[in-house]
Nanobody, 124 residues
């Protein structure tokens, strides 16, 4: 069973940057696609970015394209989310999860082994 732990969240001013990390243990991280999701207050959890096991496939939700970068280091069992030019609307709890079922990267139902999340707050 894969366990994931997110870190790197915090409070930042608009226009600033943060790098989130998701460390995984157990299971076969290096062969799993991974995704970053977020849930803002009063909203549903949404996909932010996903990356295939090899890094050859990367997707982003439109709202973060050009500002966020997902990457992974399979030697360290870690996936990262570099967030630049942050906006107040990026404020949310960010979660990491492993893709455990086949299907679209955008479909939340294909992900499992969720972490506890890390809070990102962007002040205006």
């Amino acid at each position: 069973q894969v366990q994931v732990v997110e870190s790197g969240g915090g409070l930042v001013q608009a226009g600033g940057s943060l790098r989130l990390s998701c460390s995984a243990s157990g299971g076969t991280f290096s062969s799993s696609s991974m995704g970053w999701f977020r849930r803002a207050p009063g909203k549903e959890r949404e996909l932010v970015a996903a990356i295939s096991w090899s890094g050859s496939t990367i997707i982003y939700t439109d709202a973060v394209k050009g500002r966020f970068t997902i990457s992974r280091d399979n030697d360290k069992n870690t996936v990262y989310l570099q967030m630049n030019s942050l906006k107040p609307e990026d404020t949310a709890t960010y979660y990491c999860a492993a893709k455990v079922l086949s299907g679209s990267y955008y479909y939340i139902g294909t992900y499992g082994y969720w972490g506890q999340g890390t809070q990102v707050t962007v002040s205006s």
